[in-house]
């Protein structure tokens, strides 16, 4: 009932449903703190992280863009 009416409301804004029970969220466990820190200490981007790293601060910032575009 809800997003229709928004949905009515707002026909230029688009809408994104998200099961939050099923989405992989990706956790800030050793290998993002590590890259965290990594970067932070050294200045360098996300290229000289390793591959686990880069794939799970990138898994993380997609999130994150997706939730601040709203």
Known sequence: ?????????????????????????????GNVLNGWDNMRKTGMDLTYLTKIEQQKINAINDWADMVASV
């Open 1 to 29: 009932m809800f997003l229709e009416s928004y949905q009515t409301c707002h026909k230029s804004e688009e809408v994104r449903e998200i099961d939050v029970c099923k989405e992989a969220f990706q956790t800030v466990g």
